[in-house]
């Protein structure tokens, strides 16, 4: 089976089914209601990458409890912690384990859902497919009980909650082995055996689980349960979009490209390294021009975007390289020639993927992300080292001389820093300072100017008009103003009850498009704005 399979369409075919596109307005600032992506200015995580929306006039105010600005709320099909992306007058988000979604903007209606099977992306035979299929909610309700239940640990539990959780597999691995997938055996406790058990240990009923999960992920190349589905999950990587295709990655080896109609124009599959960590596939794509680049399996690959074929690809992994899941940022020092700097150290040329320079820092090991990186666009890096013990954050100029880059170093600040992805604009950087506070910092002399009593935790701080929004994960979002005199303005908080979700119900950041605030939680999809 050929693991690096391709699915395409003909370009006549595709032409015709994604229609005719707007073009991007002459000057028109990103945020705004007429911004439209293109190749040149492609829209996706953190919207330009930069989590800055001049164009937008977001609302700041809103009361889902009592209505107030609430334009719509859609209930989503699967959870998601994917940031969603505006592309015209429709909104894309993800839904686990492997969904993209378009709705409308205007009303948040669901305009079609599209399965990004990894089976269909190899290409294996209809018949195993249609199979795979059935089997595909029964991991998903085994994996539900190892949440629910708390038998993903290595502890025995009490005999009759056990009794109740082996029961509970029981029922499902009998659904399981009716399907009668070709090859998998599915081991099934009988009734008289849970009777007369007296240790019910987590690790055993895992080994039941997983058995079957782990035949079908080394047959296919990707895996059946993610490790962390309410803090990660398979569909974390946001959408990319050039305005005419959306691009989506997703954690079981799928990349794929579909117009704005939902049909797919091409799939790849990319098998899971084994020696990768859980969270490899996190990193969100990059489209560089005609470029599509992802960040997996402890490798940069940049694909073709109008056929999905390889045109470079290169290891990328540091050391302890689980956690890292800082997206790489693309900086331009001579004005033209595209540099992506990775959060592992590597800079490469966007071009054909030739490592030209390293910024020598990384910080993989880290299980609070690793390193995040963003930057002025042109010839500055900020580098945060995403660590629960501190360490330096560190700006850096990147020169070209030849065809090597130059890395100099022109300030260093020690902090405490979660994994989460700062944001840059007119010369200061708005970033948290560990979990109960952020600090504004001027560029230049890496001084802090204001600390901001604003709480983080994993999602991404954004700025759209003169604001700040900073999201804490339960679905709160704080707002502040911003600069160098910022001050704390509201707490919006959701009322929302999740109890499949522990541990936060909106792990991303905010979309803004003119005056709507557009948020994920793992149930909904949110629009606020003016009514």
Not at 212 to 220: D, E, I, L, T
Request: glycine share 12%; aromatic share 8%; with cysteine.
């Amino acid at each position: 089976m050929n693991r690096n399979h391709i699915v395409s369409l003909s370009a006549a075919a595709v032409a015709l089914m994604a229609g005719v596109c707007p073009a991007l307005a002459s000057g028109v600032p990103i945020g705004s209601r007429e911004f439209y992506p293109s190749p040149e200015h492609p829209v996706g995580w953190r919207g330009d990458g930069t989590a800055v929306y001049p164009g937008a006039t977001p609302v700041t105010n809103w009361d889902v409890v009592k209505g107030v600005n609430v334009r719509w709320k859609t209930s989503m099909p699967g959870l998601a912690n994917s940031q969603p992306i505006v592309v015209g007058e429709k909104v894309f988000t993800t839904a686990e384990p492997r969904f993209l979604i378009c709705c409308d903007l205007k009303t948040g209606a669901i305009l079609w859902q599209a399965d990004m099977d990894p089976l269909e992306i190899q290409g294996v035979p209809s018949e195993e497919v249609s199979k795979a299929k059935k089997l595909y909610p029964l991991f998903a309700e085994l994996r539900e009980i190892q949440l629910t239940t708390g038998i993903a640990g290595t502890r025995s539990m009490p005999l009759e909650k056990g009794r109740v959780a082996w029961r509970q597999v029981r029922e499902v691995l009998l659904a399981m082995q009716a399907v009668g997938f070709p090859g998998l055996t599915v081991t099934v406790p009988t009734e008289a055996q849970i009777d007369a058990e007296t240790n019910f240990e987590h690790s055993r009923l895992n080994d039941l689980i997983n058995g079957p999960q782990n035949w079908v992920g080394n047959k296919y190349g990707f895996r059946l349960a993610e490790t962390w589905p309410t803090d990660g999950g398979f569909t974390l990587p946001a959408p990319v979009s050039d305005g005419k295709y959306v691009y989506v990655v997703m954690g079981q080896g799928q990349v794929v490209a579909c117009d704005l109609t939902g049909r797919k124009a091409w799939g790849r599959f990319i098998a899971r390294n084994k020696d990768a960590g859980n969270c490899s596939f996190y990193p969100s794509p990059i489209l560089v021009g005609d470029l599509l680049i992802v960040q997996n399996n402890c490798m940069l690959r940049a694909f073709n975007t109008a056929d999905g074929k390889t045109v470079w690809e290169t290891p990328h992994a540091g050391p302890g390289g689980g956690y890292c899941i800082g997206t790489a940022h693309v900086l331009r020092p001579d004005g033209k020639t595209a540099l992506l700097v990775t959060a592992t150290g590597p800079i490469l040329r966007v071009a054909d993927g030739k490592e030209i320079g390293t910024t020598g820092i990384s910080n993989c090991g880290s299980e609070w992300g690793g390193v995040s990186v963003v930057g002025d666009g042109k010839d500055t890096v900020y580098l945060f080292p995403g660590n629960n013990s501190g360490g330096d954050l560190v700006a850096l100029q990147i020169a070209l001389a030849g065809e090597m880059a130059t890395v100099t170093e022109r300030w260093k600040a020690q902090h405490k820093n979660r994994s989460i992805t700062p944001v840059l604009y007119e010369g200061l950087i708005y970033h948290s300072n560990d979990d109960k506070a952020m600090v504004v910092r001027d560029t230049a002399t890496g001084e802090i100017v204001k600390p901001l009593e604003i709480r983080t935790r994993w999602p991404s701080p954004a700025i759209a008009g003169r604001h700040l929004f900073v999201g804490l994960g339960d679905g709160s979002v704080q707002v502040a103003t911003i600069g160098r005199e910022a001050v704390p303005v509201c707490v919006k908080r959701l009322v929302e009850a999740n109890n499949k979700c522990p541990g936060g119900i909106s792990e991303t950041a905010p979309t803004f498009a003119g005056d709507v605030v557009i948020l994920r939680t793992h149930g909904f999809l949110y629009c606020f704005g003016n009514k």
